[in-house]
C-alpha cells in the first residue's frame, strides 16, 4: 500500500508563489520508489480534476499543463520519497485543491496526465490566490 500526503497549500495573493510537497510512505512504494510515476493534480468547484504537471518514474521526463508551463516545476527526490511543485507567479485561476498522485510505471520514462491512469492519490491541500 502507498500512502501520499501533501503539504504547503494556502492563501497568496496573485503574483506570489508556493511550493507543494508530497511525501510517500508504504513499504511498496519505499523498495520500488524509482518505479512510480507521480503527478500534480488540481479540482476547482464544478471543474473536472485535471493534470497540472506529472514527472517519469526516472525523474528524466516531465509533463505540464499549458496554463501552468513556464510557471510550474515539478520535481522529485527518490532518496527521500518526495514529489514537489513550486508554483510561481500565481493567478486566480489556480485557485484548487492540489492532489499527488502515484502509478506504477513499467518503464522509467513513462509521464501520465490522465487521472483515470493514477492507483494512489492523497487528500489534497488547498490552494487560494486572491486577486
Known amino acids: 500500500q502507498v500512502q501520499l500526503v501533501e503539504s504547503g497549500g494556502g492563501l497568496v495573493q496573485a503574483g506570489g508563489s508556493l511550493r507543494l510537497s508530497c511525501a510517500a510512505s508504504?513499504?511498496?512504494?519505499?523498495?520500488?520508489?524509482?518505479?512510480?510515476?507521480m503527478g500534480w493534480f488540481r479540482q476547482a468547484p464544478g471543474r473536472q480534476r485535471e493534470c497540472v504537471a506529472a514527472?517519469?518514474?526516472?525523474?528524466?521526463?516531465?509533463y505540464y499543463a499549458d496554463s501552468v508551463k513556464g510557471r510550474f516545476t515539478i520535481s522529485r527526490d527518490n532518496a527521500k520519497n518526495t514529489e514537489t511543485l513550486q508554483m510561481n507567479s500565481l493567478k486566480p485561476e489556480d485557485t484548487a485543491l492540489y492532489y499527488c498522485?502515484?502509478?506504477?510505471?513499467?518503464?522509467?520514462?513513462?509521464?501520465?496526465?490522465?487521472?483515470?491512469?493514477?492507483?494512489?492519490w492523497g487528500q489534497g491541500t488547498q490552494v487560494t490566490v486572491s486577486s
Open positions: 498522485a502515484a502509478v506504477i510505471s513499467n518503464d522509467g520514462g513513462s509521464i501520465y496526465s490522465n487521472p483515470e491512469r493514477y492507483e494512489y
Open positions: 508504504g513499504r511498496t512504494f519505499s523498495s520500488y520508489v524509482s518505479s512510480y510515476a
Open positions: 514527472i517519469s518514474a526516472s525523474g528524466t521526463f516531465v
